[in-house]
């Protein structure tokens, strides 16, 4: 495959971003991409602001850790201005797609991490935004951060993803490509090189790739994979890995109250089924500017977290965020629930997912910890970026089919029952141990 000449051309996207606002069957959507999923107090409270006063009210907490609002009316340039105006835009509007990097919600409080991922994620975010061939990539492609922490997002697939090691007590960097840290490596490099692997890889990537390669396992179906690292290799000096293993992760089990490395502790809380008012965001934000550090950090599991709380504060800052109407357990049926827009939001949705979804809550066994159940409106599978162990694929109003996760098929799974209604779907999972099913 022959390198080809850079091209000038921003790549289109049907993607919302916060200067491309999208319409939707319930109006136009914006995305508020979040440095490391963190905000804060007084941006939270501006992105309140803003759902209330140019759109539907509705926010989601996505599942790469960052903030949409939906139902904006057709005259939106109040609503961006004003998110600009919170220091909530990028570097340059051309940066806004491409500032795709997602970090632990832990990263720098976390008990297990290995080093502290942000001062070199504020970096790399900086050349995502100013790079002048950085906004031809795609507003998909995305790259992981992980410092070895307890609580970290291991399944969601990266073009480019990088994992903290300690090499004879040194600091280094693991990378894959088209993966995630639960992989095999293809190299590594110390801590001091790894700005430069990413700004090596992003443009290994844009000589190499056709303009209908806009992910990294596009190009890599094409071209094998050592020839990518062989040519990455000139650019970049990489060494061997051996054995590397990453550390357990503590995958989504971040609700209620959890210590830090120092004697403080951090609160979660999710947003039932994704969804924030302005009133539940605005509580979050005051919350963490009296009893936290002032920022929030939201998570790739639709939730939030408040940072360095005084760990005497921390129950009563749990009880605060309860009455906010968040949900502050794992023993509540909804926290385990994945539910996209639906049919009430979609005109491709065949079902109204979030509906569907509160009333199978009602019918799960519980307390204890529930079933990870999504719920699709359609194929596409736009609230879970990986495969859920088990999924609800709508195939009309309140009917859908049931899949199980099943890493030797592709797709959603194995089908394991077809048109069933909610009552249906409640009756079929509660006669299945969890254990079979929360894989």
Not at 373 to 386: F, I, N, Q, T
């Amino acid at each position: 495959m022959n390198e080809q000449p850079s091209s000038s051309v921003i790549r289109p996207s049907g993607c919302p971003g916060l200067l491309r606002v999208v319409q939707a069957l319930d109006g136009g959507i914006c995305r508020i991409k979040l440095d490391g999923g963190a905000i804060r107090a007084d941006q939270a409270e501006a992105v309140a602001s803003a759902a209330e006063r140019f759109a539907g009210g509705v926010i989601e907490a996505t599942n790469r850790a960052n903030l949409q609002i939906r139902g904006i009316a057709a005259e939106h340039h109040a609503l961006v201005e004003s998110l600009l105006a919170a220091g909530l835009g990028p570097r340059k509007p051309a940066g806004d797609d491409v500032r795709n990097l997602m970090l632990s919600p832990t990263a720098g409080i976390d008990r297990q991490m290995l080093l502290d991922t942000r001062p070199l994620a504020a970096e790399i975010l900086v050349t995502l935004q100013t790079h002048e061939r950085f906004p031809e990539l795609s507003a998909k492609f995305a790259v992981q951060l992980d410092g070895g922490e307890a609580l970290a997002m291991l399944d969601h697939h990266h073009d480019l993803w990088l994992s903290a090691w300690l090499r004879d007590g040194e600091p280094w960097l693991v990378f894959g490509l088209a993966g995630s840290p639960r992989e095999v490596p293809a190299g590594a490099v110390p801590l001091a090189e790894g700005h430069g692997l990413v700004v090596a890889v992003l443009e290994l990537f844009l000589d190499l790739a056709r303009p209908d390669q806009t992910r990294m396992r596009h190009l890599l179906a094409e071209l094998p994979h050592d020839e990518f690292i062989q040519r990455l290799a000139d650019r970049v000096p990489l060494q061997p890995c051996g054995a590397w293993q990453r550390g357990a992760s503590r995958d989504g089990v971040h609700l209620g109250i959890h210590p830090q490395h120092d004697a403080r502790c951090y609160v979660g809380a999710a947003a039932p089924l994704g969804r924030l008012d302005a009133d539940r965001l605005r509580g979050a934000a005051q919350l963490a500017r009296e009893w936290g550090d002032g920022t929030l950090r939201f998570t790739p599991w639709q939730s939030l977290l408040l940072p360095n709380v005084r760990r005497q504060d921390a129950d009563e800052v749990l009880a605060r965020l309860d009455r906010l109407g968040l949900l502050c357990s794992a023993d509540q049926p909804l926290a385990h629930l994945i539910a996209c827009t639906g049919s009430s939001g979609c005109g491709k949705a065949l079902a109204d997912t979030k509906a569907d979804a509160r009333e199978l809550a009602g019918r799960l066994p519980g307390p204890g910890p529930g079933l990870k159940v999504h719920l699709s409106g359609c194929p596409r599978s736009c609230a879970a970026a990986h495969i859920a162990p088990v999924t609800l694929l709508a195939v009309a109003p309140g009917r859908y089919d049931l899949y199980l996760r099943d890493a030797t098929l592709p797709g959603f799974g194995a089908l394991q029952a077809h048109h069933l209604t909610i009552e249906a779907v409640g009756h079929w999972l509660a006669a299945r141990p969890r254990s079979s099913l929360d894989a």
